[in-house]
């Protein structure tokens, strides 16, 4: 369409290259492996963010995330950055100046909320425990009840260390105290249970490309009631005008007044995603997952590694795989990388070096995926 | 891939139909048309967000935006979320609590400006005019030198009114007061000069959906030296940790280590618009704009229509056209929208009713489209 200058020393762009990826298999913690729909939906042609087709995409997008939260009540709504965006709109809007917020800290993602909340002006408290270990009950309630905070938060599925937290008895000793919940399940949902309803929670906040299969970019939300309602009844401003949920949930699912120029192709994306995911059904999902999970504990079993996080607390999608004795974890990431061309994480924080991140999620999550991957992690090994 | 269920009753998914946007000549204010090679980037397979083939694509699209903000000196960086998104970054980093910041407000994105740097809490000093009326030089520095703030903003090409606003003045005043200068280029940047050396803009923020012509979700910004030696002597935390500059600059140009998941299909996307732009070449579009948008004045007026701002200060991609007496603009623009699929904009504000705003950008600048447009726009008129 437009006419390319003649000569590299007169026009620079002919010194980059043609976008031509390679070839990857996602089996890392996210972003992982996208349905070849969800890219034929990327490049449909966009609409302003005002057609009245742009918000049924929205309103579809609303619908089709209530079944993967596990939510009927709940208000559901998508903010426009990634998985960490949703967590500072979180924090922005349900803290404010000087509230008490209770943090179960495990692993790197409570340490980033805390960082958020106390740059949002909180006062935060936490319950410290070592990077992979989770809450009981009975600590869940203690902590809470001595504590007495006014917003509570815990990371479901913790990316950084393999172990999903369960929400129960938080959310029960919460509401008991009269507080709300945030959690986070950027890693669980699409591919694991969030239950959002049936555990209490009230406020959660995800992102597209882990267990939706989706390339990353967008954060889906959802809110209780209680939360809705606490939103409204807030006076103090939100100190973020772009993560402000009351604002952005007028645009999205009330008077569709302007609020930012959403990101269409990524909304497109999203439905499309979600599509396939109920075409699939979310329980058969969701049983996907965790039969391919026993595959591969059994595979990493049989060559005699061991896993991070007891049976009990670990997330389907995600495995903490423990470095045996005497590897070099960075250099099997990097030949995983360079000659099959497999993407696994390595682990940071307390956890640098001492454990493999591996994810098995959507289109991985096959018998035939899981067995390719197993063959080609043990001949890095070996 | 996966079965499908057979019956609507059992699976909601069938409800939904298949994503089929509608057909439409986006002559808005943005989002605008994207290139069909734009389309095709948007569904190349990701890879991770620490592949190096990732970090290799974040370093061309610093590079490739350089010449579109006219800058060689100053640093540039995408934010992972729309226009609003950056100027959030822009207000968070560089206003603390407490600080002055002096805005030249005349529309509707100088009044956003202003109401963010609030919820920083900043101390914010306006100088106002009318909706449509732009600064003169006189004005510039007697308001500087008055106010002696700490931060200046102002915006380059305001998408509510139609002007273009001059920043030679501002920038000089402002240095002399030893202000930090921010420009909203959100409606400039691609489609008209944004010359931020030149001008001495020290913090300019814009968007993927106008002048770009690539879809909505990325925030390109250019720093100076001086905004960056700023940064780095800041003590008190920004309050967005999400929108952290000095995070993101370091994940995106420096250590590459981890801050967020960055958008991946979304900087592909960034990376193909900006090299069709630059085998363009920058300065050959900006006076293809020029050109479209003479052709198009010319058509208006032909019209018996008026022009909203003085010749003098339009911005050459976004025309605001009064609303001649007795005419139902609402109307209009839904009949555009309904039959030939043309989308414009009306007036918002004190210009609600008054005016329609009209793009004409990106692959919709060629004298047919600008014809096209004219033609169907006198029907709807008549």
Chains 1, 2 share one sequence.
């Not at 470095?323 to 497999?342: N, S, T, Y």
């Amino acid at each position: 369409m437009t006419p390319i200058a003649q000569n590299k020393q007169e026009n620079p762009a002919l010194h980059f290259p043609a976008l031509q990826p390679p070839r990857r298999y996602l089996f890392g913690p996210g972003p992982s492996m996208v349905h070849p729909r969800v890219y034929e939906a990327l490049a449909k042609p966009i609409v302003g963010h005002l057609d009245p087709y742009f918000i049924q995409v929205m309103g579809d997008v609303q619908q089709l995330l209530k079944p993967a939260f596990g939510t009927s009540d709940g208000v559901t709504l998508v903010v426009s950055g990634t998985g960490s965006a949703g967590m500072e709109a979180a924090v922005a809007n349900f803290v404010e100046p000087g509230t008490k917020l209770a943090v179960f800290a495990n692993g790197y993602f409570s340490d980033r909320l805390t960082e958020m909340a106390r740059r949002h002006g909180a006062n935060v408290v936490r319950l410290e425990k070592l990077w992979g270990e989770t809450y009981t009950e009975d600590e869940a309630r203690e902590f809470i009840g001595r504590e007495k905070p006014k917003v509570v938060a815990y990371v479901h599925a913790e990316t950084s260390t393999g172990a999903l937290q369960s929400g129960q008895a938080i959310c029960a000793a919460a509401h008991d105290a009269g507080a709300l919940v945030i959690a986070d399940c950027v890693t669980s949902l699409g591919g694991v249970p969030v239950q959002f309803d049936q555990t209490g929670i009230d406020v959660s906040y995800s992102c597209t490309q882990k267990g939706l299969s989706c390339p990353p970019g967008l954060s889906p939300m959802a809110m209780s009631p209680r939360a809705l309602d606490w939103l409204r009844a807030r006076t103090s401003p939100v100190r973020s005008w772009y993560f402000d949920l009351k604002l952005i949930h007028d645009y999205a699912a009330v008077s569709h007044r302007y609020h930012h120029t959403a990101p269409i192709s990524m909304f497109y994306a999203l439905r499309e995603a979600l599509l396939v995911i109920a075409e699939e059904g979310i329980e058969k999902r969701w049983e996907r997952h965790r039969h391919c999970h026993k595959l591969f504990v059994q595979g990493i079993e049989a060559m005699g590694l061991r896993m991070h996080v007891p049976e009990e607390h670990r997330i389907a999608t995600l495995n903490t795989v423990c470095v045996p004795e005497g590897v070099d974890e960075a250099k099997v990431r990097k030949r995983l990388l360079d000659e099959p061309g497999i993407e696994i994480a390595g682990g940071f924080g307390p956890l640098a070096g001492k454990v493999f991140r591996i994810g098995v999620m959507g289109p991985l999550a096959t018998e035939d995926n899981v067995q390719f991957f197993l063959k080609e992690f043990k001949k890095m090994l070996s």
